[in-house]
């Protein structure tokens, strides 16, 4: 890339700093055009600035402006007046040029930087700290070469539910915005806020009710209206991440614990709802779980190892007219197999193990939360439910995606340190190690099977590093 260097023989020590840049930039692989290194005894000073800046080879023109540089444009002065008069034109004719840029070498008592009044309203890059010239220079070195460190992203789809009539609307904007700024100033308004704002999601969850079709392919509604929740999915995250970061108590587990047990009833048919099929609850077994599932991904990533006990070992009421057999039950509630899954595999012929964990995946993008966090958080509950499988087991879909992983997921690599274990062993629900051996005992000696999608599976022993399991001080 050839690029050639305007500036101002302000005194030997400024000559002596472009000297050295210019040499850094060919060190870069730059081709800098140099009038100490270009211009020759006899050459027309003149003509060589005119050609430098005018000559289409030259890719990039590089402006080194100090306060000699500034008055001497501004002035119209000499030979930096001369390309003055033919830079401004270029940058004046041409908005959106790229092909000049200044270089700050130089700034005034106040800090400002010292520039031709024609370039004041653009861009520059600042190499006159010597605390920041490193990063500096490597930006001036992208736009030469026209690799930014940020690209422009490649534009996508549209998402599926904007092009709906009925596309959904909770209505809980407001009420967020209102308790994450009680949660950061600590507001007494807290609790009502929180209450407000569970009562007000749980209770517009009701527009997410579907019937079948008859026309449109029941499964392409049930994804619609999955893609279509994305929106307050990441809503309702946002609150947890605040509250795991500015502070969570008892109250909050309660209020927590009993929004997702509000939720419960709109997994199964119930008086108020005319039934076709089991589809219709498809889309709540999906984002209940995934709300659920996420919640214990960030209270973990945050170490709130209590409020994730107090959700995992707190029982679920069910209301008996939902036709459960039990008044109580575990996490596991939220754990149900989507028909309307297997069925879109088998009629778009998709080549996919498991398409809950494609979307928990997809999903997690651009949410706030790791998707390793998440698979961490599937694990937890699986184990938790093989230690205490009283009420049914929690298939861990999103771990197709570690049967390559050889290492322990982080809150267990951390529980090497007995005092780390004994602060989160609450998250399984055990009293001490030794649970967990003879748990995975059985795995080793085959009395217990992890789970399987048809070649892909897990190693409970390797997730949990059990050779290292509390085993320093």
């Known amino acids: 890339m050839r690029s050639f260097i305007s500036y101002s023989w302000s005194n030997a020590t400024h000559e002596n700093w472009v000297l050295a840049l210019a040499t850094e930039l060919r060190n870069s692989g730059v081709d800098v055009?140099?009038?100490?290194?270009?211009?020759?005894?006899?050459?027309?000073?003149?003509?060589?600035?005119?050609?430098?800046?005018?000559?289409?080879?030259?890719?990039?023109?590089?402006?080194?402006?100090?306060?000699?540089?500034?008055?001497k444009a501004n002035g119209r002065d000499g030979g930096v007046g001369t390309e003055t008069q033919i830079i401004s034109k270029e940058i004046y004719d041409n908005v959106k040029q790229d092909k000049f840029v200044a270089v700050v070498a130089e700034k005034d008592e106040n800090g400002k930087p010292y520039l031709p009044t024609y370039y004041k309203s653009r861009i520059y890059?600042?190499?006159?700290?010597?605390?920041?010239?490193?990063d500096n220079f490597e930006i001036l070195l992208r736009w030469i070469f026209d690799m930014p460190l940020h690209k422009k992203p490649s534009l996508g789809q549209k998402?599926?539910?904007?092009?709906?009539?009925?596309?959904?609307?909770?209505?809980t904007s407001f009420t967020q915005k209102r308790l994450i700024s009680a949660i950061k100033e600590n507001k007494e308004i807290l609790n009502g806020a929180l209450s407000e704002y569970l009562t007000m999601y749980s209770e517009n969850f009701e527009k997410l009710r579907i019937v079948k079709p008859d026309k449109k392919e029941y499964d392409e509604l049930i994804f619609e209206m999955i893609d279509s929740f994305k929106p307050y999915k990441n809503e309702f995250l946002q609150v947890i991440f605040n509250f795991s970061q500015y502070g969570i108590n008892e109250n909050i587990n309660s209020s927590l614990h009993r929004f997702f047990e509000s939720l419960i009833h709109y997994l199964s048919n119930s008086e108020n709802n005319r039934v076709y099929t089991d589809w219709d609850f498809d889309v709540y077994k999906f984002i209940i779980r995934e709300l659920f599932l996420n919640t214990i991904a960030i209270l973990l990533k945050y170490e709130k190892f209590e409020s994730v006990g107090y959700l995992l070992s707190h029982k679920y009421y069910l209301n008996n007219n939902l036709g459960y057999g039990e008044t109580l039950t575990s996490f596991t509630i939220f754990e149900n197999h989507l028909n309307s899954f297997d069925?879109?595999?088998?009629?778009?012929?998709?080549?996919?193990?498991?398409?809950?964990?494609?979307?928990?995946?997809?999903?997690?993008?651009?949410?706030?939360?790791?998707?390793?966090?998440?698979?961490?958080?599937?694990?937890?509950?699986?184990?938790?439910?093989e230690l205490n499988n009283k009420f049914g087991r929690w298939w861990p879909d999103t771990l197709i995606y570690s049967s390559h992983t050889y290492n322990a997921f982080e809150v267990f690599a951390r529980a090497q340190s007995k005092t780390?274990?004994?602060?989160?062993?609450?998250?399984?629900?055990?009293?001490?190690?030794?649970?967990?051996?003879?748990?995975?005992?059985?795995?080793?000696?085959?009395?217990?099977?992890?789970?399987?999608?048809?070649?892909?599976?897990?190693?409970?022993?390797?997730?949990?590093?059990?050779?290292?399991?509390?085993?320093?001080?």
């Not at 000559?55 to 100090?66: A, G, L, M, R």
């Not at 398409?355 to 997690?364: H, P, Q, T, V």
């Open 159 to 171: 998402p599926a539910f904007l092009n709906e009539k009925g596309s959904i609307e909770l209505g």
């Open 343 to 385: 069925y879109r595999i088998q009629r778009l012929s998709l080549r996919r193990l498991s398409l809950r964990a494609d979307l928990l995946k997809e999903r997690s993008e651009n949410s706030g939360i790791d998707f390793r966090y998440i698979m961490q958080a599937d694990f937890t509950l699986f184990i938790n439910t």
């Open 125 to 134: 890059i600042d190499l006159s700290e010597s605390e920041k010239y490193a």
């Open 420 to 473: 780390y274990f004994d602060k989160m062993k609450c998250i399984l629900n055990v009293d001490s190690i030794e649970q967990v051996n003879l748990l995975l005992k059985d795995y080793k000696e085959n009395k217990r099977n992890a789970p399987r999608w048809e070649f892909h599976s897990f190693d409970p022993e390797i997730l949990i590093g059990i050779e290292k399991l509390a085993k320093e001080k």
């Open 33 to 71: 055009i140099l009038d100490k290194w270009d211009l020759k005894e006899g050459h027309d000073a003149i003509a060589f600035m005119e050609e430098m800046v005018n000559n289409p080879e030259i890719k990039k023109v590089i402006i080194i402006s100090d306060k000699k540089y500034a008055d």
